[in-house]
């Protein structure tokens, strides 16, 4: 009977690697460290301008963090990977490549973002073409939690702002403070405040978001209070920031705009954050789940133990080899195609000066005539530029303003579509922003409308872009179209249209005159585009 336990004893459990066998786990975590560090070194641009962003902009400086703790949170795994037999998978590797074409596109249209993401999302990609899927499920968080360091949200500023200005009103209103607002902007009266980007509550909100998820993780193992409490860390920022933002004015107001209204301001606001996220996360640690207890594996047979097919086996070193190798072979891929569609983006375009007759029916009016709207849409790069105002002939209606923005050749933060600082000059402030259709004779168009406003005086602007020989208001469209020319080696010329009129506030918006300038230029201005040389 002991002869038989001894026996037993010595028998391998399924799923555990027998002595003398550590070197191969040891070995496809020494590769899979190669293939990241591959990885990063390919696509070094695309994580070095997600480093740049977190050192120019506060909203993003969390990223500084967010990989050193992944790294600690799979170096808390390491024991439990190490024990892992490596399961390289062919699906992992399928998965690579499509994230390496999708950088390529974004690439190629320059979406920053998009190309973020996809060079991040290579790294868990790696794992599960060298390691597998019990070692992506092992490491799901740390993998997971690289994504905060990518630096988006900005998307969301707009929608924040707006809650922000439209919680601080309404409260206001129920205190009794009378208020006026003007979209982002409202007057008390003891003065006039703004709801700006520094005070939407994204800092906050993606701030909070990374604690959440890391509290959530490290303090609770249920997937059901993890969501919970996450839930909790995107809802309670955005209405403690409205909460920060009505206690701000107030201070502003009761204090005769003495106090709250210089560097204070930022202070109490970090100040009062702080708070509700200690408090936050207090009440959420009230819930922790204390840690599950490890279960002991089964007791096996010996002839069920000792079955070859019985758990998971490890792949043959050559089978992790060939995975590594592949993800190498897959990744270095797509920058050397990038290089090669970027061949032209040196060259310098041709000097193009724009001029356009007339549409019919209208006529240019002298840049100092009265009425004419003064404004210029900013633009990044070089563009050929056109700018003028008309009106109609038999002088109905208000001056129309026009300004063709044209690219030869677009290039990151040299193109129709980029990132502005001001996106509308630093005179005036957006009202609202919606797609239009408006009915011409060739058919509906699209438009992106946008009211601006400079005290009462308002302006009405659409605009349209021309990418690929297509008119279209839709910026994805755009940047499709863009990236297809480039890697086709086809045409990449590119224009930014906008059409504008001035009017009061307490004035109807000049929607007619916009449609009909707009029905009698498009022609033209098509004809004259297509004349254009596009360069070598």
Avoid at 205 to 224: E, P, Q
Avoid at 300 to 322: C, E, H, I, M, Y
């Amino acid at each position: 009977m002991s002869v038989q336990l001894d026996q037993l004893a010595r028998l391998p459990d399924a799923g555990v690697l027998p002595r003398g066998r550590g070197h191969g786990p040891r070995r496809s975590l020494m590769l899979l460290l190669l293939a990241l560090a591959a990885v990063v070194l390919l696509y070094h641009a695309t994580f070095w301008s997600m480093l740049e962003l977190w050192s120019r902009s506060q909203t993003f400086a969390h990223g500084f963090l967010i990989v050193p703790i992944s790294c600690w949170l799979a170096w808390r795994q390491r024991a439990r990977l190490a024990a892992l037999a490596p399961r390289p998978s062919w699906p992992g590797l399928l998965l690579l490549g499509a994230l390496g074409l999708a950088w390529l596109l974004a690439d190629a249209a320059n979406v920053s973002v998009v190309e973020q993401y996809a060079a991040t999302a290579m790294l868990p990609a790696c794992v599960l073409a060298i390691l597998g899927p019990p070692a992506v499920r092992l490491l799901a968080f740390p993998l997971a939690y690289l994504f905060l360091a990518v630096p988006f949200g900005e998307v969301f500023l707009e929608p924040l702002i707006d809650f922000t200005a439209t919680f601080t009103v309404t409260a206001l209103q129920w205190t009794g403070v009378p208020v006026f607002r003007d979209g982002s902007n409202f007057s008390l009266p003891t003065g006039n405040w703004s709801v700006v980007e520094a005070c939407s509550g994204l800092r906050y909100l993606i701030a909070a978001l990374a604690l959440g998820a890391l509290f959530a993780h490290v303090n609770f193992h249920s997937t059901r209070r993890r969501l919970a409490v996450m839930a909790a860390a995107l809802l309670v920022p955005i209405l403690a920031n409205g909460v920060r933002a009505y206690m701000i004015v107030m201070l502003g107001h009761l204090s005769n705009m003495r106090l709250a209204v210089g560097v204070d301001h930022l202070i109490y606001g970090w100040l009062f954050f702080g708070l509700v996220a200690l408090l936050l996360f207090w009440l959420a640690a009230r819930w922790r789940e204390p840690p599950p207890a490890p279960l002991l594996p089964p007791a096996r047979p010996p002839a069920l133990a000792a079955r070859p097919g019985a758990g998971a086996a490890a792949a043959s070193p050559r089978a992790v080899t060939r995975a590594s190798v592949a993800c190498l072979l897959l990744a270095a891929l797509w920058p050397a195609l990038a290089l090669a569609s970027h061949r032209d983006d040196g060259a310098k375009p041709p000097a193009i000066v724009l001029a356009l007759p007339d549409p019919p029916a209208w006529r240019r009016l002298h840049d100092a005539a009265p009425g004419v709207p003064i404004w210029q849409a900013p633009y990044a790069g070089a563009p050929a530029l056109f700018a003028a105002t008309y009106a109609r002939q038999n002088g109905a209606g208000a001056p129309v303003g026009l300004q063709l923005h044209w690219y030869a050749r677009q290039a990151r933060d040299a193109e129709l579509l980029t990132h502005q600082t001001s996106p509308y000059g630093p005179r005036w402030l957006p009202l609202a922003q919606r797609v239009r259709q408006v009915d011409l004779a060739s058919g509906a168009l699209g438009v992106r409308e946008s009211v601006l406003a400079h005290g009462g005086e308002r302006l009405l602007v659409w605009r349209v872009y021309r990418q690929g020989g297509i008119v279209t208001a839709r910026p994805v469209l755009v940047k499709l179209l863009l990236a297809q020319a480039k890697l086709l080696g086809r045409r990449q010329d590119g224009a930014d249209l906008l059409v504008f009129a001035a009017y009061d506030e307490l004035a109807p918006p000049p929607y007619a005159q916009l449609q009909a300038f707009l029905q009698a230029a498009l022609p033209v201005i098509e004809q004259r585009l297509r004349e254009l040389p596009h360069g070598p």
